[in-house]
């Protein structure tokens, strides 16, 4: 069961950075981070009815912080420069407020 369009989310992601020379870094980031979110909400086994979207944002934030080394050199999506970390944490942070607001329509 999928629960995120990733088609359409990476599409965003697209353009919302489609002037940005390092797009196609950002869409390539904003799969893995899905793919990550995909694997928390089908392994989550709290009751997200009894949680807060902020603590789903934790939840999630934690997860994804656990999985993903943004400064590993060998994936496609890495830029070397001190500005990528600010980069990508922006678009996770992102990611995730959007991520958390579909899995909530999804468990209604």
């Known amino acids: 069961m999928n629960f995120f369009d990733r088609e359409n989310i990476v599409r965003n992601v697209g353009y919302r950075y489609e002037n940005k020379d390092y797009r196609k870094n950002m869409e390539g980031l904003a799969e893995h981070v899905i793919e990550l979110a995909e694997e928390w909400a089908q392994n989550f086994t709290g009751y997200p009815e009894k949680m807060t979207r902020r603590e789903l944002r934790k939840s999630l934030r934690k997860h994804i912080r656990e999985n993903l080394n943004i400064e590993d050199d060998t994936k496609s999506y890495f830029i070397p420069s001190f500005v990528w970390a600010f980069l990508?944490?922006?678009?996770?942070?992102?990611?995730?407020?959007?991520?958390?607001?579909?899995?909530?329509?999804?468990?209604?």
């Open 88 to 108: 990508a944490q922006q678009l996770i942070s992102w990611l995730i407020k959007i991520l958390i607001e579909k899995y909530l329509q999804r468990m209604r």
